[in-house]
């Protein structure tokens, strides 16, 4: 069964004094791997423009936008169809310019701790790894309770184990961490997902995959409890936030930012 999605993300700079300089980073480009084919895919700024294009060593297709001199308003546009097929979360074999053993390695966001050792700790008896993967997640779940009034980009695995609450960002967070202290490689998503409710978002969603032998990267859900199906789209991958942040930047001139986001995923016609 394969279904089509129809994705525009909207994100939208106000400042308050004209800049002097800016460039921002991009990664908002689904990746053409298993399971999901780019039909049409374009990237629009009003009030800077593409400089160049070129893949990460995640394979993560990267744009870099200049900012107009003087600019005070700065809108970016990604959009496209891409379709989906469902593999159950099963990605296949390991691709990209990083060597797996990359993936073990911890990050500031996802270094281990106690409570992170204590997960993987709870699971480190189970011989079967796509089922240790899944009795994970849902030990995260269990654990830390999804909750949007806290958000922090800068937040780690354990400081959100500590609080108790976090988002889709903190669950893919600690996920990656414990699978690694368990070696298995493991790495964070960003993406679209279709709500079942909604087509109108506030932001993008997060999640993770781990390595599993015989079966290759396999996406895991954390928040929802599932693996990735043809309501996920794939757009970045990284050892943590950072390497996969949908947009990331500098500027310089005085003033206040404001930021927006609209992201809208629909769903199109669905084949058998």
């Avoid at 060593?57 to 001199?69: F, G, K, M």
């Avoid at 308003?73 to 296949?92: L, Y």
């Avoid at 009034?149 to 961490?177: L, N, P, W």
Wanted: proline share 3%.
């Amino acid at each position: 069964m394969t279904a089509s999605l129809k994705i525009r993300h909207v994100t939208t700079y106000r400042y308050d004094q004209p800049v002097d300089y800016g460039l921002q980073q991009l990664r908002l480009t689904p990746k053409a791997r298993h399971g999901q084919r780019i039909v049409e895919w374009r990237t629009v700024v009003r009030g800077g423009r593409v400089e160049v294009r070129f893949d990460d060593s995640n394979a993560n297709t990267v744009e870099l936008v200049s900012l107009d001199p003087g600019a005070q308003e700065v809108e970016i546009t990604a959009e496209g169809v891409v379709e989906m097929s469902d593999a159950s979360g099963v990605i296949g074999a390991h691709g990209g310019f990083m060597p797996l053993w990359m993936f073990l390695r911890p990050t500031d966001l996802t270094r281990r701790g106690q409570g992170t050792m204590a997960l993987a700790r709870d699971v480190r008896g189970m011989d079967n790894q796509l089922d240790q993967m899944h009795a994970l997640s849902a030990a995260i779940r269990n654990q830390v309770a999804y909750d949007t009034a806290d958000m922090s980009v800068g937040r780690t695995a354990e400081e959100a184990i500590a609080q108790g609450i976090g988002v889709c960002q903190d669950h893919a967070h600690i996920f990656v961490t414990a699978a690694r202290l368990l070696d298995r490689p493991a790495r964070y998503v960003s993406g679209y997902l279709k709500m079942n409710d909604r087509d109108d978002q506030e932001a993008t969603h997060a999640w993770a995959e781990a390595h599993v032998d015989g079966l290759g990267w396999v996406g895991f859900d954390v928040s929802n409890g599932i693996s990735p199906d043809t309501r996920y789209v794939r757009v970045a991958t990284g050892s943590d936030y950072t390497d996969a942040a949908p947009i990331s930047g500098i500027r310089q001139g005085a003033g206040l930012e404001e930021m927006s986001v609209s992201v809208h995923v629909s769903e199109g016609a669905e084949q058998q």
